[in-house]
């Protein structure tokens, strides 16, 4: 969050002419192409990069061998949010922990761990796990601006999150507190 305005680039968004046609989205694979023209790890098939969001991070594809990945991948995806109020990030991977199109943050997040909006958050992720990536994983991010350690809050939340993985059969990737000033792994 920021409370200076800031000049936006209108240049690359796109004019009512531009908008697909009626058979958009074009059918796309959850797993990135191998590498793009930037050099960046790769992009959604059948998706271009010249639209109004090309500015974008897009992290999809990327190969989260250890949590420094998970948290080179969060911290741009969360970017000034680390500075904002508590919320609670889910990243989803493939079962070679490829991150996947889906990056879901849930303001207001209780200060409190709430092991039932736990429990129904994986139960909702589980279905498209199942339907789009079975075998794949979750990475989350507690997000708060006084955090980024392991505090009573981020260590709370840590234990909710893996039991209600566990009594879901989901496999919880990895676990990353975020602050405003500093970032870690707690599970990985």
Known sequence: MTTTPREHDWTDDWTEEDWPDEDWPPPVLWGASPGCHC?????????????????????VGTVLADGETALDVL???????????ATLWALLVDEDDRTLPVVIPLDDTP??????????????????????????????????????DRGAVERGWEQVLTQACE???????????????????LRW
């Open 39 to 59: 050099g960046c790890p790769g992009r959604a098939p059948g998706l271009e990069d010249d639209g109004p969001d090309d500015d974008l991070i897009y992290p």
């Open 75 to 85: 911290l741009p995806l969360i970017g000034p949010e680390r500075a904002g109020p």
């Open 111 to 148: 200060a409190r761990p709430d092991a039932a909006l736990a429990s129904d958050l994986v139960a909702a992720l589980a279905l498209i796990l199942a339907a789009r990536a079975p075998g794949g994983g979750l990475v989350f991010a507690i997000v708060r601006r006084a955090g980024g």
């Open 167 to 185: 009594e879901r059969g989901v496999r919880l990737r990895g676990v990353c507190a975020v602050g405003r000033h500093r970032a870690r792994v």
